[in-house]
């Protein structure tokens, strides 16, 4: 293999690691709100409070949860009964306070002494657009186990129920959970807040003809009856809660990992994620025993709002990183490292979302560069600080920061941006290099084991971080360069920096084209990778003429590309120029797929126009049914907010549009089309729009 080929290879895995964070960087637009009571003063100044949650934790905290739950897919509905065994932390504290949204409240009981059930009061305040409504039980007699009778609404925003016809099988529904960042609370009461960690058990019934799995111990062997139970030994926070049904098979990857999905993808998703063992067992060497037993993956449909979501034991993963050829396991790689940090040591709070997030990123990193070489590590790297960079241009000062100084009281509206991932990263990046891989590995895996299953603010890193390398190598750091990390804008001038060569052809290439005319030959785009393709998309003008767009549409046939990473940039710059040929393949791009990362780009450039407008409304009525309540209410907000040019844009034509003629010189169509994946595939992302 040539050392170009080599070099190319290397830029398809980097732009993959800012294409596929799981959970990477895709996250739920806040709503406008009220901020719940002020937290006391302690602990405003600690940093360890939650402005997210009403719960109380400080004076009680649920201990176990245990669910006894009926799905009922005609009515789109869960029903039943949650069960907390609690402790009682404030001997003046008479009332159990939790987090609920849109869920009907039917009864409230404590088990007495003799272990009767008694009736309690309760009172549901009013709902918040962001935090729900706040559910006040009274227990006069401090009870040690509270039972709360509930069921959820249809349009619960952390589940989501599709129809047969919306599954790849077409034979059977489906529906799963999306509990982060504060979803849960639409499908269980609790105290919806990392501060809060709890064991679990289910008992779920649901029709005979799902399958039904939760984060917690799903047995490979267990019969699909309608009758299931779990049980959940570690102890996790409510972000982490997941459930799914549908029409779900397992198969095996190692003797600790699996895939479960539907009959019709199963085999193609053991294929691609072949190397998740080898995965888990590389982070154990470097950081540590893997602690939850199992780590299967469940391949969700194509609605899913996310690349992944690292629910414990079962990650979610959306089906558009299977591609044929591996280039997208780095988000495999991302979701089972938040088995260490994020699901072991989790942030107690969304604006300490980088303690998630930037560590998970750092070890995500260092995982690929141990299975597939420094190069491919360092191309990602340079990848996702480019889109870094390009999005805290857009940021105010007090965003770019990673943390939140103690004493500072914010509503984080979005806590994980490109900041808390690839900043936080790049920080992690900057401490391994002052005090060398050695000592940050042993730094790290003593972090890992020293919170353990605990919940923390930025300040306990701070100060564990104080006592084990600022103080321990007062010559390797000042306090004025780690405090600039955190809590200063930008990037520090004391930044490690990586360098990348194989995106030099495609810059000269594109520049070549774009004053000549005349396309790259054969010789050179021969080889590329679709990420390559994607770096040459990027680059272009945010407009071009109809005849250059159509001279690239008939060299590259980019319109109707089943490649969804390529589509999520041809679209958008042709859409902005007006090049219509397109409206029909974007009507069906942003129907059939739901994940925001993907379309948000395509709607957006259609709302900037008046006819644009009014084609998003159209498409996003055709689509409701198969949106995950995310994805609907991305959209919505878009539209909402738009404010197209007065009498701008082209009204749409419904019917296909032939691509005009192009010259035949200059480019052998045949030859220079890109490579693509599988025709479900999705190459890559390099920087995201939001996670």
């Known amino acids: 293999m040539t050392l170009s080929r080599i070099l190319r290879l290397a830029a398809l895995a980097a732009l993959v690691a800012l294409a596929v964070a799981a959970c990477k960087r895709e996250p739920t637009p806040a709503a406008t709100t009220a901020a719940p009571a002020p937290k006391p003063q302690a602990a405003a100044e600690s940093g360890d409070y939650d402005e997210h949650s009403y719960a109380e934790p400080d004076k009680v905290a649920i201990d176990d949860l245990a669910l006894d ?3 009922d897919f005609d009515a789109r509905t869960i029903s039943g009964t949650a069960t907390y065994t609690l402790d009682w932390r404030d001997d003046t504290a008479t009332a159990l306070v939790l987090d609920t949204r849109d869920l009907t409240i039917e009864r409230a009981e404590g088990e007495g002494a003799g272990g009767a059930w008694q009736p309690l009061q309760f009172e549901l305040a009013g709902r918040d657009d962001l935090l729900g409504s706040k559910l006040t039980i009274q227990a006069p007699e401090r009870n040690a186990r509270i039972r709360v009778s509930y069921r959820t609404s249809p349009e619960a925003s952390g589940l989501q129920w599709l129809e047969a016809s919306m599954t790849e099988g077409k034979a059977t529904p489906f529906m799963f959970s999306q509990s982060q ?66 029409d779900l098979v397992f198969k095996p990857i190692s003797a600790r990992a699996g895939v479960w999905a539907e009959p019709s993808t199963v085999d193609r998703a053991v294929a691609e994620f072949e190397d998740t063992e080898k995965m888990i067992a590389t982070t154990e060497s470097l950081y540590g025993p893997y602690r939850w037993e199992r780590y299967d993956l469940l391949i969700l449909p194509p609605s899913f709002p996310y690349g992944g979501m690292e629910n414990p034991r079962l990650s979610f993963i959306t089906p558009t990183v299977i591609v044929g050829d591996k280039s997208l396991v780095s988000l495999i790689a991302h979701e089972l490292a938040h088995s260490w940090s994020g699901n072991l040591v989790t942030n107690s709070s969304a604006k300490d979302g980088w303690l998630n997030e930037g560590f998970t990123s750092y070890v995500e990193n260092r995982i690929v ?28 000062p007090e965003e770019q920061a990673l943390a939140v100084r103690p004493g500072v009281v914010k509503d984080p509206d979005d806590s994980l941006s490109a900041v808390s991932y690839d900043k936080g990263a790049w920080f992690l990046q900057f401490l391994e290099e002052r005090y060398g891989r050695a000592e940050f590995d042993a730094f790290l895996r003593g972090y890992f084991d020293h919170f353990a299953f605990q919940s923390i603010p930025t300040t306990r890193f701070v100060e564990y971080a104080q006592e084990h390398l600022l103080g321990k190598y007062p010559d390797k750091v000042t306090p004025e360069e780690f405090d600039a990390w955190l809590y200063e804008p930008g990037i520090p001038g004391s930044a490690p920096q990586v360098m990348s060569r194989n995106f030099g052809v495609v810059d000269s290439a594109r520049l070549a084209w774009l004053g000549s005319g ?73 129907r059939t797929i739901g994940r925001r990362k993907l379309i948000m780009p395509t709607y957006q450039a259609l709302v900037a126009t008046e006819a644009g407008l009014a084609f998003a409304k159209e498409q996003l009525e055709a689509a409701r049914p198969g949106y995950h309540p995310i994805t609907t209410g991305s959209v919505e907000k ?50 995201p729009t939001g996670r």
């Open 181 to 246: 960042a504060i979803h849960a609370r639409s499908w269980v009461p609790l105290q919806d807040t990392p501060r809060v960690r709890y064991t679990y058990s289910a008992h779920v019934t649901s029709p005979v003809d799902v399958m039904v799995l939760m984060s917690a111990d799903n047995d490979p062997a267990a019969p699909r009856d309608g009758d299931y139970s779990f049980r959940m030994p570690q102890r996790i926070p409510s972000y982490l809660m997941a459930i799914a049904a549908g």
């Open 369 to 396: 560069e141990a299975l597939y070489g420094k190069e491919r590590a360092d191309m990602e790297y340079v990848i996702s600080r480019n889109g870094l960079k390009s999005e805290i241009e857009r940021m105010s």
């Open 638 to 687: 878009l539209i909402a907010e738009a404010k197209p040019a007065p009498g701008s844009g082209t009204p749409f034509l419904p019917a296909a549009v032939e691509p005009a003629a192009v010259p035949e010189a200059d480019v052998d169509a045949e030859a220079a089309t890109p490579a693509m994946p599988a025709a479900d595939g999705d190459p890559t992302r390099p920087a």
């Open 518 to 590: 005349t396309l790259p030959p054969q010789s050179i785009t021969g080889e590329w990778s679709t990420q390559e393709w994607i770096h040459f998309l990027e680059g272009l003008p945010d407009t071009l003429s109809i005849e250059q767009l159509s001279q690239l549409d008939t060299a590259y046939r980019l319109t109707g590309t089943p490649n969804a990473e390529l589509a999520q940039r041809w679209y958008p710059l042709a859409v902005r120029s007006s090049y219509m040929q397109t409206y029909p393949a974007i009507a069906d791009f942003v």
């Open 69 to 71: 739950l009926a799905l």
